[in-house]
């Protein structure tokens, strides 16, 4: 039998959305604050010349510069002061998350509530500066490298693109969290969304011209295509896949009545991380690679070229880090969101219990045990989903930015927002509700 929540869901209608005030002010102030960032991706960084860095650009977008500016939404082909994007934020935060594992410090910070959160954001922002400030002198020097990019070389040049990445980086970080407090849906997730979707009707018209010219076989045209729409299917279907645990609750008694005991699910998500680990994943492959590559282009070492090789899109020491990292952040992350003690800890002070399990310690090993199982299965379809495309797209030698991690990526924050706009439009039809029955009570007294 469906739960009242579950009843009210299906009953959603225009109508409920049109009475939702509160909602649509969340949608248009997401909006707003998306277009700010979409404006900023075409402000181009003061001393250089676009023309120039436009032809550096185009004999580099297919490696991993290319994956960057799909993250930067098309900022790094600009060079524009949003180019870092959130990548130094993104990769902040899992340097503390890991640290916070092995540090009793940090972790104590994480049981204290609101304010422990907001001094390991604190910690976070501050990390996020200093890479923001490597990433973005790796970048200086890179330009200063490249023959006419650069018109004024030198000191203040390096210093002035140091201060304008990182403001806009910081920027973008402030504008997420607005996003997440004010507007709907994950600011960060967002972001990164709505630069991979800005750059899509581009990406396909470019596919779509490499077949009518031949670059490309039309069958593979086609099967491109299709594969993506295939992808689609299968993120679709593991994001919304479950493996619900039966809970049981005792009979009780209230006064001389005996009450039947009630059962429920505790429902476990096959991929529990969501798409933080493909994020995670590129966002460490992308700092070393994105530095080594700018300085790769001037009077670079040997041994740093060589790196940039190695690292390109493709390349098997790429998809081999690339798929350790996806598989690592999956029970990483899941055991961050996850805890089976507690959860475990909580039907026990309820009074449920899972049939055939003793409440407490077995409970949480039990629920340990299946949620390992399944994370097992989200991990390898995680990798699957994104390093299968990238490797026929690589073979291919086309444009990579519709692959399966900005279908993944495009998928999985598409959800998770829907997802959150029919909790706001359950909150307003219970509201509604209850609205009604007091001006129902008020009547009849």
């Known amino acids: 039998m469906a739960s009242a929540a579950e009843q009210l869901a299906r009953n959603l209608s225009f109508s409920t959305f049109s009475k939702a005030k509160a909602l649509q002010q969340r949608i248009w102030f997401t909006l707003g604050a998306l277009l700010v960032y979409r404006l900023g991706t075409y402000i ?45 934020y993104i990769t902040a935060s899992i340097v503390v998350q890991v640290v916070s594992t092995a540090s009793p410090r940090l972790e104590a910070l994480k049981k204290e ?76 997730s967002l972001i990164i969304f709505a630069g991979i979707v800005a750059n899509l009707p581009s990406t396909v018209a470019q596919t779509l011209e490499l077949a009518r010219t031949g670059a490309i076989p039309g069958f593979a045209g086609l099967g491109m295509l299709v594969l993506a729409l295939v992808v689609i299917a299968v993120i679709v279907f593991f994001e919304r896949a479950q493996r619900r645990l039966l809970i049981q609750y005792p009979k009780r008694q209230v006064g001389n009545k005996m009450f039947q005991g009630d059962t429920s699910h505790l429902p476990l998500k096959l991929n529990t991380s969501g798409v933080i680990p493909v994020i995670f994943g590129s966002s460490l492959l992308l700092l070393p690679a994105t530095i080594a590559s700018f300085a790769a282009q001037g009077d670079a070492p040997a041994w740093l070229t060589t790196v940039t090789a190695l690292l390109g899109r493709g390349q098997p020491l790429y998809l081999a880090l690339f798929a350790f990292f996806i598989i690592f952040f999956a029970f990483f992350y899941t055991a961050i969101v996850f805890n089976p003690t507690e959860t475990a800890d909580n039907l026990k002070r309820s009074g449920g219990f899972i049939p055939g399990i003793r409440p407490g310690e077995r409970t949480a090993q039990h629920i340990d045990y299946v949620l390992t199982r399944i994370t097992v299965v989200g991990a390898v379809y995680l990798t699957v989903v994104a390093l299968i495309p990238e490797v026929m797209f690589s073979q291919l030698a086309v444009s990579q930015f519709i692959g399966g991690t900005s279908l993944l990526i495009m998928v999985t924050v598409t959800l998770d927002t829907i997802t959150q706009i029919q909790s706001h439009l359950v909150a307003q039809q219970y509201e509604g509700l209850l609205k009604k029955s007091r001006l129902g009570g008020g009547k009849r007294r």
């Open 44 to 88: 181009p960084l003061p001393g250089i010349d676009p023309d120039a860095f436009r032809a550096t650009f185009e004999q580099s977008q297919q490696g991993i510069i290319g994956m960057f500016n799909m993250f930067a939404g098309g900022a790094v082909e600009r060079m524009a002061i949003f180019a870092l994007n959130l990548i130094p």
């Open 113 to 188: 509530g609101e304010a422990g959160r907001r001094k390991m954001n604190q910690y976070t922002r501050y990390l996020a500066v200093l890479f923001c400030a490597i990433q973005a002198y790796g970048i200086a020097v890179g330009l200063e490298g490249s023959q006419g990019v650069v018109l004024n070389p030198g000191w203040f040049f390096r210093i002035s693109t140091v201060i304008t990445l990182v403001g806009g980086t910081m920027f973008l970080m402030w504008l997420g969290e607005q996003i997440t407090a004010r507007g709907v849906g994950n600011g960060i």
